[in-house]
């Protein structure tokens, strides 16, 4: 495993796509510090920010050890937990076989549940309007995936041959899954999976960071914050 001297930069708020990073930098075992971005009150559009993160999304890394010993900076999780995983040679394997089935079930969270989940979210919680449509169409959505998800685990301890980064990836957006409508019980093997996951000292690590921020944003009620992050429009 390679040796990290200088602490990575995590830019972060504790929400399902930041826990992803910092439940991998918790399992790496590897020196971080965190810069808190909080979302609510407009942190993702300062210039700064900005630089390393164009989308106005966090997370985003700075590696001050980058590839040839320079800084480089990483935005977009997926790609955050692939440059950490190869880094490290870690939690995604070298085999090209077994790095697929780590890629197939990475690129389905970071286009599929976490969107979906995330439309879910939004429309159950923090739309102004209870929009039925909208309601069950992500809910509905969300529920598919999750069995996709629970026929994949039946049989098998986790989402690749080994925990990898993709199980990382997914665990986040199972933690709200009351706020997406959904019932464990109704997906055992899921369930089982995520029961497994929260057994882990990192996992459990990775998902308190922040705990405190996230507990005094109510974004559901919270007008300012609903103003930053809902209507965003090209700037
Ligand atoms: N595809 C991105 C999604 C990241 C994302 O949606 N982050 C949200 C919080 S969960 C964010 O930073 N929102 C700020 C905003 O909407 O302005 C990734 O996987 O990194």
């Not at 995936?145 to 199972?174: H, P, T």
Request: include cysteine.
């Amino acid at each position: 495993m390679a040796d990290q001297t200088k602490p990575i930069e995590l830019h972060y708020w504790p929400t399902p796509n930041g826990w992803k990073v910092s439940i991998l930098l918790e399992e790496l075992g590897v020196p971080y510090d965190l810069k808190l971005v909080n979302i609510g009150a407009g942190d993702q559009f300062k210039p700064e920010f900005l630089a390393i993160s164009p989308n106005n999304r966090m997370p985003a890394i700075v590696d001050p050890e980058g590839p040839g010993g320079q800084p480089i900076s990483v935005f977009e999780s997926g790609a955050i937990l692939q440059y950490l995983a190869r880094k490290f040679g870690r939690f995604y394997p070298a085999d090209e076989r077994k790095r697929v089935a780590v890629d197939e079930w990475l690129f389905w969270q970071v286009g599929g549940l976490g969107p979906m989940a995330g439309q879910a979210h939004h429309f159950r919680q923090y739309a102004p309007e209870k929009i039925s449509y909208g309601i069950d169409r992500y809910t509905n959505e969300v529920n598919r995936l999750y069995g996709v998800m629970n026929k994949r685990l039946q049989g098998r301890d986790f989402l690749a041959d080994e925990y990898s980064i993709a199980d990382m990836a997914c665990v986040g957006w199972i933690v709200p899954h009351k706020n997406q409508g959904q019932d464990l019980d109704d997906f055992p093997h899921l369930k089982r999976w995520f029961e497994t996951l929260n057994a882990r000292p990192a996992v459990e690590r990775g998902l308190a960071v922040g705990k405190e921020e996230r507990e005094k944003l109510n974004l559901a009620q919270d007008k300012n914050a609903q103003s930053v992050l809902f209507g965003q429009r090209a700037r």
